[in-house]
């Protein structure tokens, strides 16, 4: 089979856009002061929003191995992002749970996001941004994307 032209492939441009856009954003996010933090990071912010968890629970989320989950929660421990406790129902338990920095940071996450949302709305003007919207979430919504999204079970792409 004949490889697509890049310009006509779709993923590889979903994955262009997805790149450029993630690099925006972190770009914003370092000159906020989170300068810190790869997207790696935002995998496991998404699961600690909804309220702390266990390090196996956040293991089972991500789609990795309970030490894989205990090496990225360390290294966001030691940024300051997070911090683990006990559970108040079983001492034997640690939970982990956002910091106040870790909290700022989603939110000068969320402000980042909406900054690039802008620029590409701006791009392309709200007519074709709308239809494009459109024909994005219909893809993602068939693709089985807006459920994992919606749930907050988005996996990092290995």
Same mark, same amino acid.
């Given at each position: 089979?004949?490889? =697509? /032209? ?5 993923? @590889?441009?979903?994955?262009?856009? =997805?790149?450029? !856009? !993630?690099? $925006? ?6 000159? +906020?002061?989170?300068? $810190?933090?790869?997207? !790696? ?16 629970? @956040? ?10 989950? !205990?090496?990225?929660?360390? #290294?966001? #421990? ?15 338990? *640690? ?11 989603? #939110?000068?996450? /969320?402000?980042?996001?909406? +900054?690039?949302?802008? /620029? ?10 709308? +239809? ?5 979430? *219909? ?12 749930? *907050? /079970? @988005?996996?990092?792409?290995?």
């Amino acid at each position: 089979m004949k490889p =697509a /032209r890049l310009e006509e492939d779709l993923v @590889l441009l979903f994955t262009a856009i =997805a790149s450029a !856009s !993630s690099e $925006d954003v972190l770009r914003r996010m370092g000159k +906020a002061g989170y300068g $810190d933090l790869r997207p !790696s990071h935002g995998y496991v912010f998404q699961h600690l929003i909804p309220g702390p968890v266990k390090v196996r629970e @956040l293991a089972a989320r991500l789609g990795i191995t309970a030490q894989g989950a !205990s090496k990225a929660v360390t #290294e966001l #421990e030691e940024l300051g992002y997070v911090r683990r406790r006990v559970a108040e129902d079983d001492q034997r338990n *640690r939970l982990v749970e956002l910091t106040e920095r870790g909290w700022a940071a989603v #939110e000068a996450g /969320r402000a980042a996001r909406a +900054a690039v949302n802008r /620029r590409l709305r701006t791009l392309l003007g709200e007519e074709q941004a709308g +239809a494009l919207l459109a024909a994005l979430q *219909r893809i993602a919504d068939r693709a089985g994307g807006m459920e994992l999204l919606s749930s *907050r /079970r @988005l996996r990092q792409p290995h």
